[in-house]
């Protein structure tokens, strides 16, 4: 009995035995898993890390970018708000000038029609010839336009 009680405890001892060696497998190849996870945790969190670092290099070029683009835009309007206010000072100057011109070409023209009742018949003719041809200089041109649309007359 007491063999008996002694081969049992031993064949327990040895199935014991190997569920712990079997156990022990068990958890060196789960720590071996558990450490490969890791290991790719790492690398992942390395690889976010740059990729973060990139992203905020890449955020901080183009907010530079940027802003040089909008002094750029606003130098830009600026100086065209400036060519702006030129031109229309140099348009106002113009009308006013033209205005004058024209003013002055029609004081000549009235001057100039009783003149030309005086001549003689052909003279007369050629004078009036003179006046309905179609005038080449810009100004003669504008103001032959002005008189047909009634807007230049006496100033």
Do not use: W
């Not at 835009?73 to 106002?92: I, P």
């Amino acid at each position: 009995q007491s063999y008996a009680e002694a081969t049992e405890h031993q064949v327990a001892f040895e199935a014991l035995k190997q569920k712990v060696e079997k156990s022990s497998r068990d958890i060196e190849t789960h720590v071996k898993k558990l450490q490969k996870l890791q290991d790719l945790v790492s690398a992942t969190k390395g690889q976010i890390a740059a990729h973060l670092r990139e992203s905020e290099e890449q955020n901080r070029h183009m907010r530079e970018r940027k802003e040089k683009l909008l002094r750029q835009l606003q130098e830009l309007r600026s100086e065209m708000n400036q060519a702006r206010a030129k031109a229309h000072g140099s348009l106002a100057r113009l009308t006013a000038q033209s205005g004058a011109a024209l003013k002055t070409l029609a004081q000549m023209v009235e001057k100039v029609r009783p003149a030309a009742r005086g001549l003689a018949e052909g003279e007369q003719r050629d004078a009036q010839r003179v006046l309905e041809e179609t005038p080449t200089e810009p100004l003669a041109q504008v103001r032959r336009q002005c008189q047909g649309l009634g807007h230049c007359r006496g100033g």
